[in-house]
């Protein structure tokens, strides 16, 4: 089973010039990149990505960090992908990176509990809404429909 990600290489590692380096990586875990897109934030768009996060106390900053400089948003493949591409970041806050998993992209890409380096859907649910944020036309073929 084919399943896509969404994925998002943040400010941060784009300006640190590592945007090559992580799509690479995620092609030598076996992802495809199906989609792909550079482009920097808008404070509303970074508000409604984020919205579940709205009124919790990093809010603000992440919105900050989100819009300080151009992103790269992927569309990724591969068996259980949402799941996959959460290994391979590692932990959220990238102290608990280095600690629990040193080779993670949090790890070697990220700074802090909010610059971290990448981004991954949590659940295929928002998989869906997080493609359609960034990739409105893009037809995804389901098993359902292969049916
Ligand atoms: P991400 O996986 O993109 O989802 C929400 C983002 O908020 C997270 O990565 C971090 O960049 C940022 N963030 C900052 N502080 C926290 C926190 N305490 N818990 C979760 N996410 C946080």
Redesign the pocket.
């Known amino acids: 089973e084919m399943d896509c990600t969404l994925a998002?290489i943040?400010p941060d590692a784009v300006a640190a010039g590592k945007a090559s380096e992580i799509q690479q990586l995620a092609e030598m875990h076996g992802f495809l990149i199906i989609a792909k897109r550079q482009l920097q934030l808008t404070t509303r768009l970074a508000e409604d990505f984020?919205a579940e996060?709205k009124g919790k106390a990093?809010f603000n900053?992440?919105v900050e960090?989100m819009t300080s400089g151009p992103i790269v948003a992927l569309v990724l493949s591969k068996a259980g992908a949402i799941r996959a591409w959460r290994e391979l970041m590692g932990p959220?806050?990238v102290f608990d990176a280095r600690l629990k998993a040193p080779k993670s992209l949090r790890a070697l890409y990220g700074s802090d509990?909010?610059?971290?380096a990448t981004?991954?859907s949590d659940y295929p649910q928002s998989a869906a809404r997080e493609i359609k944020f960034y990739f409105p036309n893009l037809q995804l073929a389901s098993a359902a429909e292969d049916a």
Not at 113 to 116: A, F, P, Y
């Open positions: 998002m943040k984020y996060h990093f900053g992440l960090f959220t806050n509990g909010t610059r971290n981004h991954g």
